[in-house]
């Protein structure tokens, strides 16, 4: 079955900076790359998905890019700031988004 | 709210016990799943279910079991709780195509 591995585990950046997390994935047929903010004590929350027919996508500071070939996606977030300081989880899906499989999650902490 | 809810939000239980989570939606979404999430693990799926009576397993369905007998309704049930089980388990809802809905979460214990 699918495998996601996800680094770093933990990110630390300057408020300001930018942070990258890279996710790889196993299964050449998924289709589906979603991820996932979670605050403390909160449940994941969906910020922006890639589809495999797309190489990038953007939505203001946040982006997703995705290399079919080498198996992996990233996540960037620009001009971070405190309120970005969450858990990110990465996912890919086979079947458009139903049945994901989750990245063991990176700790992202903005320091102001 | 997100259309999805989970009761009950804490439970603490003793080993040996059966425990049984509830998921409830409103959004009329055909996929349920149930997720564990434990530290260095991410979220693992535990069961899911594509319809009324529709279920499988996911990757960690050992010592679980799931029921689905209404749209809006998908029970997890531990049969004989295990402290390996203390987790916090979320639900989720997803239409045909597209990313997942979660629940608040329920944080288990188990004692």
């Known amino acids: 079955g699918e495998n996601v591995e996800q680094h770093p585990s933990t990110l630390s950046v300057q408020e300001g900076d930018s942070a990258v997390i890279k996710c790889t994935y196993s299964?050449?047929?998924?289709?589906?790359f979603p991820w996932y903010k979670q605050e403390l004590g909160k449940r994941p929350q969906l910020i922006i998905d890639?589809?495999?027919?797309?190489g990038e996508k953007k939505d203001q500071r946040i982006a997703v890019t995705l290399n079919k070939t080498a198996k992996h996606f990233s996540l960037h977030i620009t001009e971070t700031q405190p309120e970005d300081s969450a858990v990110y989880f990465c996912?890919?899906?086979?079947?458009?988004?139903?049945?994901?499989?989750f990245g063991a999650g990176t700790i992202l902490r903005v320091k102001s | 709210d997100a259309g999805i809810t989970q009761s009950p939000r804490h439970k603490v239980t003793e080993t040996g016990t059966p425990v049984t989570l509830r998921c409830h939606q409103t959004?009329?979404?055909?996929?349920m799943y149930w997720y564990r999430q434990d530290p260095g693990h991410g979220l693992r799926l535990i069961h899911y279910?594509?319809?009324?009576?529709?279920?499988d397993k996911g990757e960690v369905s050992d010592g679980y079991s799931v029921s689905r007998s209404k749209t809006e309704d998908f029970l997890l049930t531990l049969e004989s709780a295990t402290s390996s089980q203390t987790s916090v388990y979320f639900c989720?809802?997803?239409?045909?195509?597209?990313?997942?809905?979660f629940g608040s979460g329920t944080r288990l214990t188990v004692v």
């Open positions: 279910s594509y319809g009324v009576k529709d279920t």
């Open positions: 299964d050449s047929a998924s289709n589906y």
């Open positions: 959004e009329n979404h055909r996929y």
């Open positions: 890639i589809r495999s027919n797309v």
């Open positions: 996912a890919a899906s086979t079947e458009y988004g139903n049945k994901l499989v």
């Open positions: 989720a809802i997803s239409a045909v195509q597209g990313g997942y809905t």
